[in-house]
């Protein structure tokens, strides 16, 4: 059974720094890309960053770039999101998924497996 699990989340002040982590079972973690989304309330999904199954490239939306950095320990069946210098605007509810399928690593349909999700608040 394909679980993917994110952990990590809460409530946290505008500049502070949170590290998301998605804890996967039931598929062979290095050999997928991985990929965060997130969700605000009343917008659609957007991608957020991903990292290939090598980890030897990043991708990352204009939005978080020099702040928000991903990694992954195959060893561990897990991925991370360093979110650092937090915005009222990351709030929302954070997503990890394992992209299945060639396409864009920024379109959510190109991703196969998703957790449950975590929700981010930043307060100013």
């Known amino acids: 059974q394909v679980r993917l699990v994110e952990s990590g989340g809460g409530l946290v002040q505008a500049g502070d720094s949170v590290r998301l982590s998605c804890s996967v079972s039931?598929?062979?973690?290095?050999?997928?890309?991985m990929g965060w989304f997130r969700q605000a309330s009343g917008k659609e999904r957007e991608f957020v960053i991903a990292?290939?199954?090598?980890?030897?490239?990043?991708y990352y939306a204009d939005s978080v770039k020099g702040r928000f950095t991903i990694s992954r320990d195959n060893a561990k069946n897990t991925v991370y999101v360093q979110m650092n210098n937090l915005r009222p605007e990351d709030t929302a509810v954070y997503y990890c998924?394992?992209?299945?399928?060639?396409?864009?690593?920024?379109?959510?349909?190109?991703?196969?497996?998703w957790g449950q999700g975590t929700q981010v608040t930043v307060s100013s």
């Open positions: 998924a394992a992209k299945g399928s060639i396409g864009d690593y920024y379109r959510p349909g190109t991703y196969r497996f």
């Open positions: 039931g598929f062979t973690l290095s050999t997928y890309t």
């Open positions: 990292i290939r199954s090598g980890g030897d490239s990043t």
